[in-house]
């Protein structure tokens, strides 16, 4: 079992920036892909960002390209997301995700095992 916590949630301005974290419990990190999604009410989970165990291959969506990096540390069990130029259209809950398959990184929910509680992005006009 695998528990992941986010944290760097907030409130910005747009233009702003922001850094997730996620904390994860696993024994062995490097053995999981990670990846960043978010829900804004009323719409579907989707991909922001996912990066192997190893810190490549990463994957963007489209809409962030350019714009947010995913990075990871193994030896403290943490993956970032550091967004900058953020607009309102990126205010969701963002959930922090570990998928224990070895290889490329995921861009589909489904395919994660773990999942964190989420934290809140708010990003003001």
């Known amino acids: 079992q695998v528990q992941l916590v986010e944290s760097g949630g907030g409130l910005v301005q747009a233009g702003g920036s922001l850094r997730l974290s996620c904390a994860a419990s696993?024994?062995?990190?490097?053995?999981?892909?990670m990846g960043w999604f978010r829900q804004a009410p009323g719409k579907e989970r989707g991909f922001v960002a996912a990066?192997?165990?190893?810190?490549?291959?990463?994957l963007y969506a489209d809409s962030v390209k350019g714009r947010f990096t995913i990075s990871r540390e193994n030896a403290k069990n943490m993956v970032y997301l550091q967004m900058n130029g953020l607009n309102p259209d990126d205010t969701a809950i963002y959930y922090c995700?570990?998928?224990?398959?070895?290889?490329?990184?995921?861009?589909?929910?489904?395919?994660?095992?773990?999942w964190g509680q989420g934290t809140q992005v708010n990003v003001s006009s």
């Open positions: 995700a570990a998928d224990n398959r070895l290889g490329v990184p995921s861009t589909t929910p489904v395919v994660y095992d773990y």
């Open positions: 990066i192997s165990g190893s810190g490549n291959p990463k």
């Open positions: 696993a024994r062995t990190f490097s053995n999981y892909a």
